[in-house]
């Protein structure tokens, strides 16, 4: 193989990693909604409870700068982050929901310190 061949194939093969990085379900529509995602913002919110995997949390409608987001709070009310901005249009509407934490890992970059996922 060229390494022209192999660079091309590489390139692909990360855009898909990054195109792709979440889990995706099926509702009755037929509708792919993306199910898990990591929490935004943890750096700028220090947490006082101790969080474990499992823990449940909730999603709260609320507004940042005159625009729309979705705060994240433990149980006892203490604010993690934030539904990353993107993701606003497709889990907005499952706010009420139950999440779960299902990632914990302190020794990488802070917006992929807490992982959470939609309980069905």
Known sequence: MHRRQ??????????????????RW????GMS??????????RFNPTLDVLKMGDRLIMKRDSWNGERCYA???EGGQLIGY????????????ADQEWRLTS????????KWYKMELMS
């Open 83 to 94: 539904l990353p901005r993107q993701m606003i249009p497709i889990l907005g509407d499952l």
């Open 33 to 42: 909604v993306t199910r898990s995602f990591y929490i935004a913002g943890v």
């Open 6 to 23: 192999v660079l091309r194939l590489l390139a692909m093969a990360c855009g898909m990693i990054v195109m792709f990085p979440f889990r």
């Open 26 to 29: 099926r509702i009755s529509d």
């Open 72 to 74: 994240i709070y433990t």
């Open 104 to 111: 914990i890992n302190s020794d990488t970059v802070p917006w």
